[in-house]
Structure formats: structure tokens, C-alpha cells
């Protein structure tokens, strides 16, 4: 397992804002840990041990590799220095008394080098950070292991809670996050202020664990992946599709009711179209290669609006027919490094619940008003709530930043207020977020909470000022004169693919019975039962249920573990006096009890929760 | 306009079975046509002069270009002619008398060089037949002209009805089809036996021309294509879209039914995959250029077979899950020459209704017969009728062709016989043709009649013995050892591009209820009337119908007419007096008189016909 690249965005902490009690805490325990490191490992070469979300790693040359088992005898080591009530002695230090101090520290030595020529670190380079040369080299020392290290520590090691912290693994990491530097070993904790925080979260990564997308979806058989398929591209199996396909149908059934226009565009365009969007520049690096076809180059698309924009600008449009939405179902196709592809959660081919509404200005704001509304709804019958599941994020650009922002500074103005105004109007909670807007406008991204306690844009509404220049979009308004519409893009409920993914973990696999690949088991007692399970089976599925029949191959009692293991909702088991009773008698999910239930009471009751869309 | 590829492969017959009288009149003609050419253009060289669908052809050089005044002029000539009595006298031509005999033709010494080099002549060659070298030279003469002909032609002129025959366009065509050689004009005839078949055939054509679902997807805002998007990749607008929605759910709802499991799998794989199933040699130059993502080579998928493939071989199975019907609303690529794109008939992208069944060899027979018994209900609610609408024709292989075809003469047998006695139990009539079979097996293809009278392709089930091997595909029989499945590929629907150019065309764009873009039009009188029609228009809505509510901007009458030329099945007028009636007044497509209907037996009227898919 390698160190994540997201997680050296993360060491900027280090050497900035390291003032906050628990960031001081971290950061000793990295100390610690490289003390106990040294402890046992007298040549150790030590990297950098930065503060990272939940804890701390620290990189290490070592002469040996370390093991799991390593792990506890660290733990120990570290808290038996917490028991010492060591300090950390600061000290400034001339170049040349660090240079000396670090002799036998080689990538010390690199970053001594750094921090007076550029007065910078290799991961602040990363950054893209200014540098400020000749910064105040300062090292620490507590015991015996001394860091050059820039701070932010507790007082003495009596203020960290022995019991708050845990090794959680190791990891091989390149020094510089490199290939073509040496390879280090990483080893990686967690540390709370009290022991119960610690606790919830080993608990909430459990959980997680148990709850991974990957892990169910295989367990499930909802989706696979082939190697003669190519890497990102998941296959829906039959079981996977029907949670696909009822989203879907949710989805165009519930937009064509909101009066959005679905439409089918083809997934591939000419790269011209993207070079007239503006969007090339920005998207080269992820698009796919182009395809050379007569004296065409075509490309797979890596979003819709452009297709979109051609539909507008087919006919011609009056202000009557605004705001006009376009939605579609739509296939896109981003080139995603194969070290980021992760299950149904990042993909090389997505499937986006897309729209493009194309509005007058002055009703831009009851327009996007209308589609947080349609997404609350949308996410309700999902079952995410509101400030707990998912959350609002403003996204803005920055004016000073020409090259990642299309510059019109009043148009940015007025966009970014126009979206504050609406998400005020909400009532509900809401962040700003600076530098994460879409080159052509502000958005509003729709933060949805994930098992491990990560936050990921799940949907986004964006408001767009340049392509329906850049397209020259227009309609005829009220003064008989041509006028721009803005266009919003906005996706209601996000990548079809990454919501299965989504729900796959918020219910652990448990989904509502609407989205359940099989809603009934129904499994015979012996042989002589089959034939009552079929015939039930197929009353059930014309009344409109997925239903599986379960042969008699394996025993009652292995059928009900593998329906329980497949999480089916419902379970009727049949045996001789099933046969004969009038009454079901129904195993339901999560429920130790059975019911004893009319046939057709049964069929009316599942079809309500199916209908009304119920969560459990 | 050019002379169309597919018209090279009816010249065959020009060269062999000229027997039937129609075919003989119809060659006749053309050598006539020509002789009244020789008139008016004493220089004019002659290309060949062959019989095709309906009529002929006959290409020339001449010193200028012809008008559409010209073909009266010309038929007159021949009309002339037919009262002359002429016969047609044949001549058997040593190697030198032919070519003195035509020494001014140079096209004519081309192919007298060809038959006695090969035997055979430039579209032989197009088609890959056998060359019999030394083949007898013959020419035929009547009156004025002489042809180098293999003959098939009336005794005498007399013998042509001349008010049967009609000159009917002009077109550039290659001599011997290639772009490398010279530019001839070819004039196009059709032919029948009786006059009352050739005004019944120009009739038809007529009514093709009006109801050319290019035409009418244009008129009906159906479809629309974008110069920036590319050629051949169609953009359904709302409208249109709304009828692939209710194609696409119909099919998948159906399919479901009868056991189908649906899936998603991505439109594209490692070009890899399609050497290994052997299509790869025999689509090459009709898939998409491959792209190089990271050391892989990715390519747009031209069939779903192999993805369906993966998924079977992704778990293992026993002969209980057999038959498995793995079924996609699939999205594929195929180039195809940008002069053979038309409308939705030809397009470089299209979504097939596709799906791979994976059937013991004993049951293959049973399932393939419930692949045409769900073919015939598709086809039946899409208002097709079997014998008329729509005939099976058995396409079977050569066995002669190992290069075509995969060799294993016995698995052909089988087959074939298979096919054949499925066939013959549908006692439904059905054609044979030869070499018209998939690379891996003989297949059924349903061939549906054009409003132009022509056949065409639509759906297919395929018999393939071939892929199981190439895939390893196996399964635990009853007797507990691996077996090898037969794979049937069906297209239950087609392809839903196709399938909506059909209907459009078979319906002349009034399409059945369910099918109907706007199901109903709600018309105001005047200003005042718009709030009652807005109301009426969210109720119907509501109640599931498709409504479109123009405004007062144009007159009633303007209205209606629009309405009527987008062929809306219900409008509704409402003025002073509907605002406060009761009742609605009805005015259904094709039926001039009013109807006076509550408006909730009206909904539930429609509800009903959109239920049932009635075809009114």
C-alpha cells in the first residue's frame, strides 16, 4: 500500500497554522514516534513526520522493513516517553550548526539546503507556494531524538493522552513523492484529544471497512470489472443495473414532471466543439485521445453542455419558451490516473444526470432556487438528510487568477452574489469555499458526507456567464430585442455510478426496497416444494416484484444465510405447511420475528413501500 | 446524387439468370435507352447497362450533360422505337471481331479484355466470384445499335408495353465504381409489365418522398444534426427523444418479463477483446481508430458480444441458470462512408436492442423459437404486420468459403437445420439466401418492407457456435462435467434509431398514442382563455399525459394548423364557452367532426389506449 498523493496537500499544516491544541498533540506524537523509531533502529534516516486529517505519519529509511507487529512494541516505546514528561526544547540554529547537527541526516540536509536557498520544503514546492529564502532554520529536541522542525508542539509530553492515540499502519512512500527518488517506509497514526474519540473513530473505520462499495458490490454482485475491458470501466451486472436503471427512471420521471426537456445526444463530438467551449485547455490532460474519421477529429465527450448548446441554437427560442432545461442521462468519459480509480467511485466513463437550463438573468436566482429545491427532494427520497448526510458549499473563484478564471470581475461579482442570495434564502447552513469555482463561474456544490467521514462533491449547480458568449446563445425577449441567456449547469443527483456507490455504503448494502436488485427469496424446503416456490415466484413477479426463486439444492438453513448475505428484504420460506396455509409467513430484513401475513396483503404492502419510494 | 454501392451487387444478374420476363424487358429497355442516346450523342461512349430493382440503368460519356428535360425526349425516342418491331439479334464474337466491332468503345474494349483474360467482368470481380477465363463473347443488336451483351431480352420490341416504362433521374457514377476513373452520367428507368404496377410504383415512391422520416423528422422536431457534433451522429431533440424513451422502456420492460436480465456495460474495450472473439479482422474497417490510453489500446465497441461475454465468465454456472439472457440497451460505433449516412436508417452510432442468450445445444432449438415468438409480439404492438410488414429470411453460409466463414462444416449442418426447423414450425412463409450468414453461424433475419418498397435488415437472431470456443464459455452440466453453450445474439427491437425512422416512415409521422411526442394540444382563443388552458394542461399532466399549451400570440386557426402539421393525436380548443362547459370539445387527428367528451372520461380513454399501446 503507497501513501496516498492526496494526503502531502495536507503537510502544508505543518509548517503554517500549527497552533491549534490538537494539531500540537499530532504533531508530538510524530516525534514520539520517530523517537521510539530511532530506539530501535540507531541508524534510522528520518524523512518528514507531518500532521495529517485524523493523526500524523512519519517517513523513515530503515534497515529492515517493519512489520504489523512492529506496530505495538512502537505504541509502547512511545507511551512510555508520554509516562517521562519530556519537553520540546526549541533552538535556532545557523546554517552551518544545522548542517552539522543533521551530518548523518541526509534528507535533513536536503531540506537545510531548501529552506536557505528557496526557504521553501519540497512540499511546499508541491504547493506551487511562494518561497521566502533564508527562513529561520529551528530544531526541537526532546529526548534523545532531536527534528529540525519548523513547530507547534504541546508543552511537555504529559499533555498528550496516553490512550487517545493508535499506529494504524505503515506504507511505502517516495521521498518527494517521487518515482525517481528512494523508496521510505511510512508508518501512519491516529490521535484524539480523549479516548473516546479514538474509540468512534476505529469504530467509524470499521464500519466503513465493512461498508466499502468494492467490498459489498462484489458481495452483492452488483458490478465487476474485466481486464480485457480495460481498467476504470465497470461492468453493471444484472443485479447492479436494476439499482441503476430505477435511478434513472426516478430521475427523467421526477425532472419531466419539474419541466425539464430529456434528451439523447451522442457521447462524442468534434474537438473543435471543446475548443470553442473553452473547455480544452482545461480538460486536455483528462480527455480522451482523438480519433482521426474521414477529415474529422472526433472526441468521447468529457461532459454534455456543448451537445446541449447545439440543441438550443437549433431553433430559434423567445422568452416564453425560458427557462428552457435540458437534461439527459448523459455518458462522459474522463481519462482518471489508473492510481485513482477506485471502484464505482472514480471511473473512466460516468454517467451524469445532466442538465443545462437556459434562463433570462434577471430569473436566474428563482431558477436555481428551483433546482436545490428538486435536489433536496431528490436526496430526501434517497434518504440523505440535509446537514447531516450532505451539506452546501459555495464555490468561488479568484479575481487575481486570470489564467484558471475567465476574467470579467463584475460578472463574477454578480454570479457569486446571485448564488449567495439563494443559498441564504435556504435557511440552511452553508460554507464558502475560495479557488474551487468552475472556470466559467461561481457554483454550489453539494457536499455529501461519506461513511469514513470524508466529505466528496456529490452534485453541483453552476452559474455560467461565458459559454452563452463564447456559443453566442440568444432569445428574443419581451422588447422584441436579442438578449443572453445565462445558463445553469446543474446535475441533480450526480454520477449515477458514484451514487450507487454512495447509497451501497450509507446502507450498507441494505438498500430500500425500491433500489433492492431482488425484493422477495423465495426458498422451498425440499424438492417436493419447488414446483408451490415457482408458481409463487411467478405470481409475485406479475404483480410487479423482482423476486428470486431459490432451488432446493442446499438446505433451508443455507438458503436463508445466502438471501441474508445477498440482503434480500423479504424472505418467504415454503414448506409443507406452506403449501397448504392460506397466510405467508414472512422473514423481513433486520427483523428476528416472523409475520404471518395474507398473500395479497403481502403483494399490496411491498408494492406501497415500492411505490412511495420507502426508505426501509 | 450518386449511384449507390449497393446497385453494383444487382448486376449479377445481368451476367446470369436473365430469364424471367420482367428482368428480359427491363434489359431490353436499357439497350433502347441506350439507342435513342447513340441518337441524340453520336460520339457517346457506353459504359454497362444492367437490370436492378424495379428497372435499370444504363451508364454513358457523353460530350455534355444531361438535364432532366432530356429524359422525356429520350423516353419519346424509345417509345419510337418499341412501335418499330425491332428484334434483338445475338452474335457469337471471336477475341478480334469483338474488339474491332467496338473499337470505339473503350469502355466496351475493357470488358471484352476482362472476359477473355478472366472470364469475368469489373463487378464480378466487386462480388469475389470464380473467374472462368475464356468465356464466349457475344453482342446483341437492335437497330441502330449494337452492346456487348450476355444476353436475356425480349424477342421483339413489340413485346415492351411502352406506357409501362418511365426515365426517372440522373446520376454521376464511376466507371467501375472507382473514384480513380472517369465520370460517367447514368440514367435510371423503371420498368413494369403493366402500366397500372408502374403508376402504383410511382405512387409509392411518392408517398416515400412525403413520408421520408428525414423529411418528417424535421418537420416534427424529431432529430436534428450539427456540423460541429459530426456527421452521422444524430442529436434527438425532446420530442424525438421522447419516442427512443418509450421504445427503450417498452423493450426492457417486455424483456424483463420474459426473463431477460438487463445490464450496463461500457461502449468501449481493449481493441485486444475483438482480436480474441475474431471480429477484429472482419469489422476492422468499420470500427473506430483505436486510442492508446496509458499502455492500453482502447477502441469503440462495434458489438456488445464480447462485454456480455465478460459478464457470463465473471461467476461460474450450472445448466440450472440456463438459459442466460443477458440483454443491453446497447450503444455502439461502426463508421460508415459519410456517402452512406441517411437520416437515422445510417448512422456512425446507434443503440441495439441487444442480447446474448447462453443456451445448452439441446435447448438452443426451443429458445430460439421464443426469440421469434417475442419478436413477432414486439413487432405486433409496434403495429408490423408478419407477411405483410415484415418476412423472416434464414441467411445461411458457404461452405466453400473458409475465409468468410469459420470452418466446421458439421457445426454449419447443425445449425442450419436448426434455424430451418424453427422456421418451418413458425408456419409462417420464409426465404432462404445464401452467404448472407455471420462469420460464427447462420442466422434469422427479419426483413421489414420500406414505405419505398425496398427490404431491409431490421432485427437478427444469430446462431453462433463459434464465440463459446473462442471465449472458453462452459457450464456445469447435469452429469457434472463442463459443457460448452451455444450463444444466441438476437436484436429483439433492432436498432432504435432504425426502429424510429421505420415507425416514422410506417406511420407517415402519425404515430400511435404511447408513441406521440405531444399526446395532446390545448388551444386558447384568446388572451383570457391562457390561464384555463394552463390549468387544463397541469391537470392532464398530472394525470400522465404528454400536453403541449400554445399561447394566444397566433389566431385559433393558426393553431389547429400547426398542431395538425405536427400530427398532435388530441387538440383542444378552449374558448368562452369550453372555459365554463362541462365538457371538452375533442378534436382528434383524421377525424373532421368534433367530439363532446367529460374531461374525465377523456383522460381515462387515453390513459387506456397508452396502457393497451393501442396503434390508433
Known amino acids: 500500500m503507497y501513501a496516498k498523493v492526496e494526503d502531502l496537500s495536507i503537510i502544508k499544516l505543518y509548517y503554517t497554522s500549527m497552533t ?324 464505482l467511485m472514480r471511473v473512466r466513463m460516468f454517467t451524469l444526470a445532466d442538465a443545462h437550463i437556459f434562463v433570462a438573468p434577471e430569473d436566474a436566482e428563482k431558477e436555481i432556487a428551483s433546482v436545490l429545491k428538486l435536489i433536496d427532494e431528490m436526496n430526501q427520497t434517497l434518504g440523505l438528510k440535509k446537514g447531516v448526510d450532505y451539506r452546501y458549499r459555495l464555490s468561488l473563484g479568484d479575481r487575481a487568477d486570470s489564467k484558471k478564471y475567465y476574467k470579467d470581475d463584475d460578472a463574477w461579482e454578480r454570479a457569486e452574489s446571485v448564488l449567495r442570495r439563494v443559498l441564504k434564502g435556504q435557511k440552511t447552513p452553508f460554507y464558502e469555499a475560495k479557488n474551487e469555482a468552475a472556470f466559467y463561474g461561481p457554483k454550489i456544490d453539494v457536499q455529501v458526507k461519506k461513511v469514513n467521514g470524508q466529505e466528496e462533491t456529490a452534485f453541483t449547480v453552476q452559474y455560467d456567464f461565458v459559454m452563452p458568449e463564447r456559443f453566442n446563445l440568444e432569445y428574443v425577449a419581451k422588447d422584441g430585442k436579442m438578449h443572453r441567456p445565462v445558463v445553469i449547469h446543474r446535475a441533480s443527483i450526480g454520477c449515477l455510478e458514484r451514487t450507487i456507490a454512495f447509497l451501497i455504503e450509507h446502507y450498507a448494502g441494505e438498500l430500500p426496497l425500491w433500489l433492492s436488485p431482488v425484493q422477495v427469496v423465495v426458498i422451498p424446503v425440499g424438492l417436493k416444494h419447488e414446483k408451490a416456490c415457482l408458481k409463487l415466484g411467478k405470481e409475485l413477479r406479475e404483480a410487479g416484484l423482482r423476486v428470486d426463486v431459490f432451488t432446493a439444492d442446499q438446505s433451508v438453513g443455507k438458503s436463508i444465510r445466502i438471501a441474508e448475505k445477498q440482503k434480500s428484504p423479504y424472505m418467504l420460506v415454503i414448506g409443507d405447511k406452506e403449501v397448504k396455509a392460506p397466510k405467508l409467513h414472512v422473514r423481513e430484513r433486520g427483523k428476528a420475528k416472523l409475520r404471518l401475513v395474507a398473500k395479497k396483503t403481502f403483494i399490496a404492502e411491498l408494492l406501497k413501500k415500492i411505490q412511495t419510494k420507502a426508505k426501509k
Chains 1, 2 share one sequence.
Request: glycine content about 6%.
Open 20 to 343: 491549534d491544541s490538537l494539531n500540537n498533540l499530532r504533531h508530538s506524537l510524530a516525534h514520539l514516534l520517530a523517537s521510539s523509531v530511532l530506539e530501535l533502529f540507531p541508524d534510522a534516516q528520518f524523512g518528514v513526520g507531518p500532521v495529517i486529517d485524523n493523526g500524523f505519519y512519519y517517513d523513515f529509511l530503515l534497515p529492515r522493513p517493519l512489520t504489523p507487529q512492529d506496530l505495538p512494541k512502537l505504541e509502547k516505546d512511545m507511551r512510555k516517553r508520554i509516562g517521562q514528561n519530556l519537553g520540546f526544547k526549541r533552538e535556532e540554529l545557523s546554517e552551518a550548526h544545522a548542517k552539522e547537527k543533521f551530518a548523518k541526516q541526509p534528507f535533513k540536509l536536503e531540506l537545510i539546503h531548501d529552506l536557505v536557498t528557496k526557504g521553501t520544503t519540497v512540499f511546499d514546492e508541491l504547493e506551487n507556494e511562494q518561497s521566502t529564502p533564508n527562513a529561520t532554520i529551528t530544531s526541537y529536541t526532546t529526548g534523545n531524538f532531536v527534528d529540525l522542525c519548523r513547530g507547534g508542539h504541546v508543552e511537555s509530553t504529559k499533555d498528550i493522552p496516553a490512550d487517545a492515540f493508535k499506529l494504524t499502519h505503515i506504507a511505502g512512500a517516495y521521498w518527494r513523492g517521487s518515482e525517481d527518488n528512494q523508496m521510505l517506509q511510512r508508518v501512519y497514526g491516529v490521535a484524539f484529544l480523549t479516548k473516546a474519540e479514538l474509540d468512534e473513530y476505529l469504530h467509524m473505520q470499521e464500519e466503513a471497512k465493512k461498508r466499502d462499495h468494492r467490498k459489498l458490490g462484489q458481495d452483492l454482485d452488483l458490478f465487476t470489472f474485466s481486464d480485457s475491458v480495460g481498467k476504470g470501466l465497470p461492468l453493471l451486472t444484472p443485479r447492479g443495473s436494476v439499482i441503476r436503471r430505477e435511478l434513472e427512471r426516478y430521475t427523467v420521471d421526477t425532472e419531466l414532471a419539474r419541466g425539464y426537456q430529456h434528451v439523447y445526444t451522442p457521447p462524442l463530438a468534434k474537438t473543435d466543439l471543446y475548443k470553442t467551449s473553452g473547455h480544452y485547455p482545461y480538460y486536455k490532460d483528462t480527455m480522451y485521445p482523438v480519433m482521426k474519421v474521414d477529415d474529422d477529429e472526433l472526441i468521447l465527450r468529457p461532459m454534455t453542455c456543448p451537445h446541449h448548446f447545439m440543441l438550443f441554437k437549433d431553433k430559434p427560442h423567445s422568452y416564453r419558451d425560458l427557462p428552457l432545461r435540458i437534461a439527459e442521462i448523459s455518458p462522459q468519459f474522463r481519462y482518471e490516473k489508473s492510481g485513482e480509480l477506485t471502484g
